[in-house]
């Protein structure tokens, strides 16, 4: 095989490399971010798709973050691909936060009493399957936080991604005119 190890990894080299990356976790998210900058669309095309994956990933609906912002990126035309990329925003290191975060806005919302039920009554009743009965105390929380959260998550990441997304553009066209003027230089120069 062409890029195959020379020698094989042991169970420990796999092991840490799995925690934790050789190359590190930021060179993950800037594969994304520049995959996402060098799609072919708009800026704001781009940015509508960005939000969309970012307010799809502040909700609770884990599993289906990727359906809800490839819906919410068709119906405002936005970039789909930017839509599912940003849905890595919800990952298994950052979904506990953002449930965490709209259950506490959603309690601040409603203005119940957050002490009424604790992590252990939580794992009972899921383990018990009474759906109805984590309704009141958790899921309407969480399901009412989660909009707020949704539409900060939105308005900031649009925000961003459009300027990120402007900026990257303008830099391209320029680079890609200077190349333009320097192999033109070097054709004239070559003809003379």
Same mark, same amino acid.
């Given at each position: 095989?062409?890029?195959?190890?020379? $020698?094989?990894?042991?169970?420990?080299? $796999?092991?840490?490399?799995?925690?934790?990356?050789?190359?590190?976790?930021?060179?993950? +998210?800037?594969?994304?971010?520049?995959?996402?900058?060098?799609?072919?669309?708009?800026? %704001?095309?781009?940015?509508?798709?960005?939000?969309? @994956?970012?307010?799809?990933?502040?909700?609770?609906?884990?599993?289906?973050?990727?359906?809800?912002?490839?819906?919410?990126?068709?119906? +405002?035309? *936005?970039?789909?691909?930017?839509?599912?990329?940003?849905?890595?925003?919800?990952?298994?290191?950052?979904?506990?936060?953002?449930?965490?975060?709209?259950?506490?806005? @959603? /309690?601040? !919302?409603? *203005?119940?009493?957050?002490?009424? !039920?604790? @992590? %252990?009554?939580?794992?009972?009743?899921? $383990?018990? +399957?009474?759906?109805? %009965?984590?309704?009141?105390?958790?899921?309407?929380?969480? +399901? /009412? @936080?989660?909009?707020?959260?949704?539409?900060?998550?939105?308005?900031?990441?649009?925000?961003?991604?459009?300027?990120?997304?402007?900026?990257?553009?303008?830099?391209?066209? /320029?680079?890609?005119?200077?190349?333009?003027?320097?192999?033109?230089?070097?054709?004239?120069?070559?003809?003379?």
């Amino acid at each position: 095989m062409l890029f195959r190890r020379k $020698k094989n990894a042991t169970f420990a080299e $796999k092991a840490r490399e799995f925690l934790w990356p050789r190359k590190g976790f930021s060179r993950g +998210l800037r594969y994304l971010t520049m995959r996402v900058l060098r799609l072919s669309s708009s800026p %704001h095309s781009i940015a509508i798709g960005v939000a969309a @994956g970012a307010a799809s990933s502040a909700t609770p609906f884990i599993g289906f973050h990727i359906v809800l912002a490839l819906a919410v990126a068709y119906v +405002l035309s *936005g970039n789909l691909i930017a839509a599912g990329i940003a849905t890595a925003l919800a990952n298994p290191l950052t979904i506990p936060f953002i449930l965490a975060a709209t259950y506490e806005i @959603g /309690i601040a !919302i409603t *203005g119940q009493d957050p002490g009424a !039920i604790g @992590g %252990h009554d939580i794992l009972h009743m899921l $383990k018990n +399957l009474e759906f109805s %009965h984590l309704w009141g105390p958790v899921l309407k929380p969480v +399901l /009412i @936080g989660s909009v707020p959260a949704a539409a900060g998550a939105a308005l900031l990441f649009y925000a961003v991604a459009l300027y990120a997304a402007r900026l990257f553009k303008s830099r391209r066209k /320029i680079r890609l005119g200077a190349k333009t003027v320097h192999s033109t230089v070097a054709v004239d120069g070559q003809s003379s």
